[in-house]
């Protein structure tokens, strides 16, 4: 058993299968080279079944060690103070990874979750989307300029933001070539796709358990 156990649930349906967000997790410790388990628990009753490790009932969720951590984005500055490949520790690198990771959480996805959420409920023109807008176009005009968020190079902060602005409908929401560039470039590292693939990979095995 590793240090570092990573949890999710035992079975989403087939729509969020590649964006549970303990993609995040499972490809940075891909990224640091980090061993880790990937542990779950049951979709069904996730309303109250894990209040006490997650106290919205959600996942993703981390244990190192007997550390508990829930949010994806501490679980992911707490990875990155383990490895350099992940959060610089020089101070001005450390401090750029963590302003541009919590600008993906707290400027960008707070946004666009929202936004996604009502355009899916069939609402498309919906009061988000002028804010939406000039958040995705401040980001444009960002990568325009650089090939990465923080330190010149590949760090937690892309990781975060990547994920964000992968989402098809946010990725398809205007014209943006360097927000594009950068998400493919971003979701083509290898451990991006690892990642992706053993979450995928557990969601489907897990069908043939709930059809019997
Ligand atoms: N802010 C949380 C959001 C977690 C989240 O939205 N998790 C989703 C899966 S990606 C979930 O558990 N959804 C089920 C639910 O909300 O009932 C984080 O980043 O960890």
Not at 115 to 126: S, V
Not at 174 to 191: C, I, K, Q, W
């Amino acid at each position: 058993m590793n240090e570092l156990t990573i949890w999710t649930y035992d079975w989403v349906p087939e729509g969020p299968r590649g964006f549970v967000r303990d993609l995040r997790l499972r490809w940075a410790c891909e990224e640091a080279g980090l061993a880790y388990d990937v542990r779950t628990i049951p979709f069904d009753g996730r309303e109250t079944n894990h209040l006490v490790r997650q106290p919205f009932g959600q996942v993703p969720y981390l244990n190192d060690g007997d550390l508990e951590i829930f949010e994806s984005g501490a679980g992911l500055l707490h990875l990155g103070r383990k490895s350099e490949k992940l959060m610089p520790t020089d101070p001005a690198g450390e401090a750029e990874t963590l302003q541009w990771a919590i600008a993906a959480l707290n400027s960008i996805e707070m946004v666009s979750v929202p936004w996604w959420f009502l355009k899916m409920c069939g609402d498309a023109d919906n009061g988000l989307t002028g804010w939406m807008t000039r958040r995705l176009d401040h980001v444009e005009q960002v990568l325009s300029e650089r090939e990465w968020l923080a330190a010149d190079r590949f760090t937690v902060a892309d990781l975060l933001m990547a994920d964000v602005l992968r989402v098809a409908d946010v990725r398809a929401f205007g014209d943006r070539p360097a927000t594009e560039s950068y998400v493919t470039r971003v979701t083509d590292r290898p451990a991006f796709k690892k990642a992706k693939a053993d979450q995928i990979a557990l969601f489907d095995a897990a069908d043939a358990m709930r059809t019997g």
